[in-house]
């Protein structure tokens, strides 16, 4: 039996780039018997990213809250990530089981090193924190602390999940088999969408559609998706239309030819715009409703979460306990 297992940065407002690339596919996964799931709000790892309390804070709400009302099966362990404390327990015995050297190549460290360097900053590590440096490694007691096999994640976070299987091999070499060894699955069906302007859509090009904006800005926003300049009745290329992408990550393959005609044809931009809202929106109506709900109701979003790190606890609290023996951090005496 697979253990899917994977974060969310509790950063930012979800945008349907997110719904279409993690939350949808996470959903119908979790919905899956034959899996056991952990999905949880990363907001250690938030802190990373962003100093700002009331952010971090409405952001937890803000994506909890997105996650149920798109439907995550009430099977899955849904919890914060901060509610488990064997997490960070765990995330130090790895940090002296992993090489300085492995983290020197992480992408984002390296990134920002790089950055330093071309504005010519006399210090490469200006502005970067032991938490950015250390990140991968408190991702890695994410996931081997749930014995994760299946690590669902974005391109970008492949790198991380292989240095967590590094770390664990690492680890597993050195005080005995005690990890399972995890997998990134990479979904390369699902096409990155594009956002307002074009380019892939993502919060640091502030383009994104909010997941659940009201239907009267959701349809605002559609409207300002940009287009070429072709007038109706002339055919129009899909392959090079951000609307067309869109549309494709929501419709069915049917819907998708029938599409495909209509720019042949050469529908104005105006109506497909509609056509794209409508679609959406249809998909959207009821998540949206109860994420209005939920939003409304934070105390029961809470009790869920406690619920969850109960669930989840059940298996980091039994496993610690045997992490801590196996690098001798025992009781002096059997009794
Ligand atoms: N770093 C991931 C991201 O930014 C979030 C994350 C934290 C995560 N811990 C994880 C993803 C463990 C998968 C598994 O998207």
């Known amino acids: 039996m697979d253990t899917i297992l994977t974060g969310i940065t509790t950063t930012g407002i979800p945008h349907i780039g997110n719904y279409v690339g993690a939350i949808r596919p996470s959903v119908v996964a979790s919905l899956d018997q034959r899996t056991t799931s952990f999905y949880f709000l990363a907001d250690y790892h938030s802190l990373v990213k962003s100093g700002n309390a009331a952010e971090v804070a409405t952001s937890t709400l803000e994506i909890a809250a997105s996650w149920l009302a798109s439907g995550l099966s009430p099977d899955a362990a849904f919890y914060r990530q901060s509610d488990v404390p064997e997490i960070m327990e765990l995330s130090w015995i790895l940090t002296c089981m992993t090489a300085k050297g492995l983290m020197n190549r992480a992408h984002a460290y390296k990134a920002a090193v790089a950055e330093n360097e071309s504005s010519d900053n006399k210090d490469p590590d200006k ?191 039994p496993f610690i306990r045997e992490i801590r023996d196996a690098v001798g951090l025992r009781p002096l005496s059997k009794d």
Request: proline fraction near 6%.
């Open 127 to 317: 502005g970067i924190s032991m938490g950015l440096f250390c990140y991968p490694v408190l991702m890695a007691a994410d996931i081997l602390m749930f014995k994760a096999n299946k690590v669902p994640v974005g391109k970008d976070q492949i790198q991380h999940v292989e240095m967590a299987r590094d770390i664990a091999g690492r680890f597993n070499h050195h005080y005995g088999e005690v990890f399972v060894l995890p997998e990134a699955v990479v979904n390369d069906s699902m096409p990155v969408l594009p956002g307002l302007d074009g380019r892939k859509m993502s919060k640091s090009y502030q383009n994104t559609i909010p997941l659940f904006s009201d239907e009267k800005s959701l349809r605002k926003m559609i409207m300002k998706i940009k287009t070429n300049s072709q007038e109706p009745g002339e055919p129009k290329n899909p392959e090079t239309s951000s609307l067309f992408s869109i549309y494709q990550a929501f419709s069915s393959e049917e819907e998708v030819l029938r599409m495909r005609e209509r720019y042949a044809e050469g529908l104005g931009w105006g109506e497909i715009k509609k056509m794209l809202f409508e679609c959406i929106n249809d998909q959207l109506v009821e998540p949206r409703k109860e994420y209005e709900k939920l939003m409304a109701e934070p105390e029961y979003i809470e009790q869920l979460l406690q619920f969850g790190a109960k669930k989840a606890r059940q298996v980091s609290r």
